[in-house]
């Protein structure tokens, strides 16, 4: 799922997922799992409807908060031409 979702989010600002069978993949996630998931691949995350929807968005804080701390991935890393 984390391979649709970064598909997505490279054309688009946010994916919502809100079919019943995504959404069957992350019901037995807690919320803190949930955002964890979306914090190491450098998203967002937001529940909505009851649990019926799940927005993802890039978070554009992400890159250079793992660049201060250490915990870039090469592709943060800015690129020396």
């Known amino acids: 799922m984390a391979r649709v979702i ?3 989010l490279a054309r688009r600002p946010q994916h919502f997922i ?3 069978a ?3 993949i992350f019901q037995p996630v807690s919320d803190a799992d949930l955002r964890q998931f ?3 691949h450098g998203w967002r995350v937001v529940r909505r409807i009851g649990g019926r929807q799940i927005e993802f968005y890039n978070d554009a804080y992400e890159p250079l908060e793992r660049t ?3 915990n870039a991935r090469p592709e943060d ?3 020396v031409l």
């Open 6 to 8: 970064a598909q997505s």
């Open 18 to 20: 809100t079919h019943p």
């Open 22 to 24: 995504e959404l069957k």
């Open 38 to 40: 979306a914090h190491d």
């Open 68 to 70: 201060r701390t250490g």
């Open 77 to 79: 890393e800015p690129s």
